[in-house]
Every structure is written in structure tokens, then in C-alpha cells.
């Protein structure tokens, strides 16, 4: 109770860009009222009346509003990693926000801006998280949680976010922590370290009950395995996430097409085709219903069976045209290949050059499933030198 009093005398102090003399001239020393922000002096009640006056703190003490107040934010916080509807509670919050803010959930509060405020506008959350940083003292063990996790979301840098995800789990070892380390670790490529995360997070999230996480863990562990070539243990991982996820199309949609795209990264053409077309009645959103129809082409025109994979170009051709030119242009350089015309046409390679420097723009993903193409024409033109770096790369 003392350090959130003097977290708000201090908070509200520098918000006003008051010195310590200047706010307690004729009514307490300097130093009493240093060791009032710091928690450690058992305030009086008339000195602290006539400091909150002087901010013009309306200081909110009532025991069964705080109670309440303190359950609607962390409900909201619990919906919030859940994934589920938070409007209910952030209207009912922003009703209270001024009793809030002037509580001794005033943290807590200023937390909850951060995590709704960040999900329209990153910059003024950073700002807030800013501001809150000076406080971490103040914080309960709740709230140091939540601060860490927050720090990790808008951290600049794999290093800064990594730290602050491992801060967090210091001070709470769940589920929800080694779901974001995982997540970092996989996007440095860091497969085995993400995978370690993956079985103490997945073991977690079923010890808490914590379904969504299980599955979100379960679905990234076999996009790890199938990143590494170990297609046994990602076809295990995703079935379990099958399993988790009875019912939902999407999530079957996506792992039929990644099962399909590591049989195909690994020349495994007539295995990928199954998923894919499985994959394909299951999706009905035109991006990835295309890539889709594309792959199914570009499998089958391996397989030397153009007849049936036409129909899957022509049908990507026609979803191409309300996509981006560079799906237009996958259209093209497939065309190519069904002409038999890849080795003498300049504009199938310069589409392939051009497919494999897009990292930043279509993902790495989309560059590795071209680059074998590119190596192919690069040896055909008699380009070995180039051929062979982009195999080493591989």
C-alpha cells in the first residue's frame, strides 16, 4: 500500500514537472517525502491529504471497488492471451479509468493501456511502456509479469525481446513465455532451441489447460521439424495438432500445405500432391488458394503430367488477376515450364532472379521453393559458378 502511494505521489509529481520542493513546501522535508515515494515511510494522513491535494489526486481507497476493478483487468488480461472478444471489459474499464488511475491499481491500469492502446498504435505503447519502466519497483508480481511480457512484444531486436521474455518467465514459468521464446528463436532460425521451447511450452500449456497455446506450440514444432528435413517427427507433431484442432478448416488447410511444401522442398513431388489437394478443398480465401493451384501445377508438370495440372494453372491464372503482379508473374514463369520453353526463354530466368531476392517482400519460404528452379536454368545456360553458390546456400 505504501510504495503505490508513492508510486502515484511520484508518477503524478513528474507528470506536473514539480520538484520534490516545490511539492512539499509548508507541508513536509524533502527527505520524509523522498522516502513517502519510495514506499518506505508510513505516510501521515493529513500530510498525505494535503499532497494529493496539491497534485490534485482524488485518491480512490474504497476496498470492494479496488476488488473490482483489479478482476476486470485481469480478466481482461486473461482474454486478451486468450485471443477472445476484450470490448466488454475495456469499456467498463475506461468508464472507471479515472478511480483507476488513482488507486493502488493505478500500475495495473497503465499496464492495461499499453496492451490495448498497442494493438491500433505501437508508438504510443511504446511511449507508455516507457513511462511505466521507471516504476518496476512499485510493481507487484502480477504486474511485473505482465510489464516483462509487454516489453518482449515491443522490444527492438531478437536480443531485447529474448531478454525480456526470459525476465518474465523469472518471475512466472508458464506457458505463454515459452510460446513467445519459441516464436523468437524459430524466426533466427534457431530450430533445435525452439523446439526445446516447444516441449517444455506444449507440456505447460496442458498442465494449465491452456488449449490455444498447446495448439499454436503443437502447429510451430512441426514447422520446425519440416524446416529441418525430419518429416517423421513433423507428421507426428502435426497430427496432434489435427487433434487439438478437430473441426477447424484453416488450421487443416495450413498443415496439409506445409506438409506439402517440405515434400516438395525435398524433390518429393507425387507425396506433396495428396495434401495439397486436401489442403485445397479446405480453403476458400483466394492468396492461398492460389498458391495452392500453383504448386499442384508445378508438381504435376514434374511428375510429366501436364493434362491434369493445367487445369491447376488455368484456375491460378484466374485467381492471379486479384493478387499482386508478382502472382501474376508466377502464372507467367509456370506457363513457361508447361511450353517446354524454360531454357531458351531470357524472361523465365530473369522471373526466377527476381523470385529468389524477394526475402524481405514474400518470405523466406517463397525463395527456397524457387531457388532450385533457378539452379536448374543456371546449369542449363552452363552458369556453374552461380549454380553451385546457390546450392552451398541451401
Sequence with gaps: MNQ????????????EKMSQDQLCKGICAVSYLS???AGIAEPNEEILKQLFSRLSIRYTDNEEEIKEFKELLFQYFDAYFHHEPTVEFEERIYKNRKKMENSEIAIEYQLFC?????LDDRRVAEKLLK???????YMTEEALFLYY?????YGVGVKERTRAYQKARQVRDCALVYEALMYEAFNEGEYQEALTDCRI????????GFLLVAKQISFLEGVCYGNQGDIESMLRAYKRTKELSRGDKRIAASIDYNIATVYIDNRRHKEAIPYLLSALKQEQEDKSAFLINLKLALAYEKLGEKTIGSVYLNVAEKLSSRLAKTYQEMVVMAKIRY??????SLEYGTLLESFTGMEKSMGIDFVKFYKPYLIEWLKAKRKYKEALRLQEEE
Design 35 to 37: 522516502k513517502i515515494e
Design 4 to 15: 503505490m502511494v508513492g508510486y502515484l505521489i511520484r508518477s503524478n509529481r513528474l507528470k
Design 201 to 208: 511450452g506444449y507440456e505447460r500449456a496442458m498442465q494449465e
Design 149 to 153: 511480457m509487454a516489453k518482449g512484444m
Design 114 to 118: 499499453i496492451y490495448n492502446t498497442g
Design 131 to 137: 513511462t511505466v519502466e521507471q516504476y518496476r519497483d
Design 339 to 344: 511450353e517446354g520453353k524454360q531454357f531458351e
